[in-house]
């Protein structure tokens, strides 16, 4: 989950890589460095504080090639020791990784042994020195001999002070990618920070690694075998990788959120039909559903059990990932599994995933990111059309999975004939509707910063909600733990009498979602129970539904209850956001967090 960004060409080097770095700093932020390559020696730059540190220190002249690294920390804590890139003992071959080097506790005893010394405490270490190991002058070589002997996951590149022209990257389970220009090429674990230079990419395999120099790149697998490059035109905008004008990128993600639903529905309503190109589900042959996914998209997989079931009458379990692939699962050709991750690269679902394959179960993944793992693993793919998400905790990307879940059920029900034509016309109505609901329902801003303003100064907040609005207490919860570190607890509505009231004191503030017609009354008398308790309750209702007598109302813009999670998430969001503002908490990068996570 570090971020990786290499550059070999005639720009400003540094300034390319610490402009890539900005852009992939959601992917880890403990420490940072770079390195340039000048003939003859490397420079090497690093900080145990954020880029703008490493932007003061850094030495720039007569480099035309160079890495650099954003750390998340796994072996050994943030320091400058601990920083990328790493060195072998003469400081000529630089390395900086994203991954984690398995046996790298026997290689560094073997290393030592030969009278290598080891500066720091990671297991990245290992890999500058076994280069140096296997280096006889030629660089691509002595990389493809390191790589035999290291087992685990990694995605890296490698500079030698002796070509100053030239980048040395392989891939084994962590994503690289290779940005593709005229006169000069590039490197990097994420797509956005290759968006400003180009939009051509060879997304690379495993097993693969390559040379980048500045007239081209030469593709090989681990063996020097050559491989023809596979490279596509992403279709992201660049400007939806920049902050346009908002302070936050969550900030901005939130507010792009009616945009990438609408992008999302494009093309997959036609008439009175749910259609997705290139998915042909014998739906037939599904006895099960099972969903999975990590933290948000675990959250959006619990709708998404309660939409199928709804629409489309067939049974679903949801699991945590990385619990799933541990308890044995019960999963076999009869199952559908549906995989959610905006990233599409998180290893806890790449794990679970690959466990459900290995029982004979179709994959269909939901995911955000175009040639990710997870896009190119499974079965079938739907993509979010949310544009890249910048911010750690995940609005627009978890919106738009709410949003394919649902045409999913759908597209179910409608194979299955679960489903009736006006049922399903109500339906189709209210998401075309949905976009402009989502832009009313942001103008709840005003209300909610005056309420995080209350918030920001507590230290535990309750969540409650029944039906859909408890997976959407879920997420609200997780949103507010992430970036303003408060604890925040949701629960069905209905459990709270059986032990969660004990917690219930004088001035506890609770967020009570009640969108969920059929289950009003018995969400009422639940609110009624924690105010005569002392709680202290904000209630989000859908417009026109007075519930003064029972708590400060936000009202959001009605739909049918399928769809009104949709709308609560809005209020749910800008909440953690403006109390997080108000903390004057790091709002997208929050502590110990990291985009993409890429360990287990
Ligand atoms: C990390 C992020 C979360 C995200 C989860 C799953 O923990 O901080 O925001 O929900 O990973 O990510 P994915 O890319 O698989 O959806």
Redesign the pocket.
């Known amino acids: 989950m570090c971020g990786i960004v290499g550059y070999v060409g005639p720009r400003p080097v540094a300034d390319v890589l610490l402009d890539g770095l900005e852009r992939l700093e959601y992917r880890g932020y403990d420490s940072a460095g770079l390195a340039l390559g000048r003939s003859g020696a490397l420079g090497v730059f690093k900080t145990d504080g954020r880029l703008r540190d490493l932007r003061e220190m850094v030495d720039a002249s007569g480099a035309n090639v160079g890495a650099g690294h954003t750390r998340w920390a796994t072996h050994g804590r943030p320091s400058i020791l601990n920083a990328h890139p790493h060195l072998d003992c003469h400081g000529q071959v630089a390395v900086v990784h994203n991954g984690i080097i398995e046996n790298y506790v026997q290689l560094r005893e073997e290393l030592t042994d030969q009278g290598h010394r080891f500066l720091s405490e990671t297991d990245t270490e290992v890999i500058p020195h076994l280069v140096e190991e296997y280096y006889q002058g030629d660089l691509p070589e002595a990389v493809a001999r390191a790589l035999q002997d290291v087992q685990g996951s990694l995605a890296i590149v490698v500079l030698h002070a002796e070509h100053p022209d030239m980048l040395v990257v392989a891939r084994r389970d962590s994503p690289l990618i290779i940005g593709l220009g005229q006169g000069e090429n590039y490197v990097a674990s994420d797509i956005p920070a290759l968006l400003p230079y180009t939009r051509d990419v060879h997304v690379m395999e495993n097993g693969e690694m390559a040379v980048l120099t500045q007239e081209g790149v030469k593709l090989t697998d681990w063996s020097g075998r050559e491989i023809k490059m596979n490279p596509y035109r992403v279709n992201w905008d660049p400007a939806q990788a920049e902050k346009e004008g908002y302070e936050h990128f969550m900030l901005k993600e939130i507010h792009e959120q009616p945009r990438a639903i609408e992008d999302t529905l494009k093309g997959k309503i036609k008439g009175s039909q749910v259609v997705f190109d290139s998915l042909d589900l014998p739906v037939d042959r599904f006895n099960k559903i099972v969903i999975l ?5 675990w959250h959006a997989g619990l709708m998404g059990r309660k939409y199928i079931e709804a629409l489309a009458k067939i049974p679903v379990e949801v699991d945590i990932a990385s619990e799933f692939r541990y308890r044995d699962p019960m999963v076999d050709e009869g199952t559908l599994t549906i995989v ?7 290893a806890d ?1 790449l794990g679970a995933m690959r466990e459900a394959q290995r029982r004979g179960s179709r994959i269909l993944a939901i995911t955000n990111v175009v040639g990710s793992t997870v896009s190119r693993e499974a079965d079938d793919v739907i993509y979010t059309r949310a544009g890249p998400e910048i911010a ?3 609005t627009k ?1 978890y919106m738009t999975q709410l949003v394919c879940l649902l045409l999913l059920a759908l597209y179910l029900a409608q194979r299955r004939g679960a489903v009736d034509e006006g049922a399903a016309a109500e339906v189709l109505d209210a998401l075309r509707g949905l976009p402009d609901q989502v832009r009313e329902a942001l103008k709840t801003n005003g209300k909610v910063e005056d309420l995080a303003q209350r918030l920001q100064k507590e230290q535990h907040v309750f969540f409650i909600g029944r039906g859909l609005d408890y997976p959407l207490a879920m997420e609200a919860a997780l949103k507010l733990k ?1 970036v303003s570190y408060i604890h925040a607890q949701p629960y069905p509505a209905g459990e709270m009498k059986h032990g969660t009231l004990a917690l219930v004191v004088e001035g506890l503030p609770i967020v009570a979602i009640a969108t969920q017609s059929a289950l009003r009354e018995k969400m009422l008398n639940n609110i009624k129970e924690v105010k005569a308790r002392g709680a202290d309750v904000v209630v989000i209702a859908p417009e026109g539904d007075d519930l003064d007598e029972v708590g400060e109302a936000v009202h959001i813009p009605r739909t049918m209850d399928l769809l009104m999670p949709l709308l609560s998430a809005v209020p749910c969001q800008l909440l953690a956001y403006h109390t997080a503002r108000i903390k004057g908490c790091d709002v997208d990068k929050p502590r110990n ?5 890429t360990v287990e």
């Not at 967090?593 to 996570?597: D, I, P, R």
């Open positions: 996914g990590c933290g948000t998209a959610i991750s905006q990233s599409g690269e998180t679902t750690v905790a995940s990307a992430e967090l990291a985009k993409s996570v």
